[in-house]
């Protein structure tokens, strides 16, 4: 009887997970355990960001190693330790990556992630275990409960349409407005959908020119641009400074000077991409010639992004490049770096446990 007893206690069930040591590893993780105010989620499936795979490609650092990265999940709650939290359990969530304090003037303005305690929980952003894994844990106070009626795969997209919503909240002036958006990756394309969906007039500089059919048929421009060894680009066609909004999702200094180049005077060039050191060395003289605006966009209300999908007036299936199974994760991430590739899905492909409660 004892001995029994002993070896329950003793096995802690484990689980896959795509692991970031030196390199990239599908390993094996005890299941995490949920703390006091946090929950534990089973993950459904879990995009593949540009965070992460600048983390992975080692272009931007990575303070915990071994870890488990992944934040644009979407789960069900499997256990909470505090009874208070149980009316999560069984529920399908998203995450945010700051829970925020609840009580600062960003917060109660429902901007949590401008929140001035400033303080991330980390999951899935290199500081603690995400969820590229069966399991995650993480504050219940970052769950954000999905509807019905968005499926897991609309679901991975709620991170980066929140960022986009909030970048075309920011455009400035009546619409409909001539806007450009320079880069034509995932996010790219997401505000270029959004953009088109409220009416402006947009056009795309883009480095793939596959891009031009998918947004043809919705009737927006797409202009090829070359971008050569020593970083100098050449466009298509190109009217300077005739730009009121310019949106740089390309994350590149190329793309930087090209979007700073198309403001008007007067004009604000939204800036969303978030690699750190990226335009360290950018000239940004336009700002004062031209008695411009430069403004960041980091994150946005997830609420905003799970309603927009929930009214399903923004197809954003057509960006999922591929789906893989989680056992096959490296692969994955290969398949997700190479340029070009929109959205990668990883797929938790563990059967479910028996249910335990
Ligand atoms: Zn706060």
Known sequence: ?????????????????LVLDDSIR???LPRPEPGSTEALVRVHSCAISRADLDMIAGRVAVQVRPVVLGHQFVGTVESVVDPALERWVGRRVVARTRSGCGRCLACRNRQTWLCEAGRTHG???????????????LPAAALVEVPDLIDDDEATFVHPLAVALQAVSQVEGPTPQRVLVVGDGNMGLLVTMLLHAAGHAVTVFGRHPSRRDLLWHSGIGFTGINESEDGRIEVESFDRQSYGNVLECSGRDSGFKLAASAVRPRGQLLLLSHQPNAHAGVDLSFLVEHEAMLVGVSAGPMEAAIEYLQRKTLDVLPLIASRHPLSEGVGATQTA???????????NDSPMPPRSR
């Not at 206690?9 to 484990?14: E, F, I, L, S």
């Not at 952003?125 to 399991?135: C, N, S, T």
């Not at 340029?339 to 797929?347: A, D, S």
């Open 337 to 347: 770096l190479r340029r070009g590739t929109l959205k990668v899905i990883l797929e």
């Open 1 to 17: 009887m004892r001995s029994i007893t002993l070896e329950k206690t003793n096995r802690t069930p484990m689980m896959q997970a």
């Open 123 to 137: 999951v899935g952003m290199g500081l603690v275990d995400g969820a590229f894994a069966e399991y995650v844990t």
């Open 26 to 28: 599908l390993g094996q």
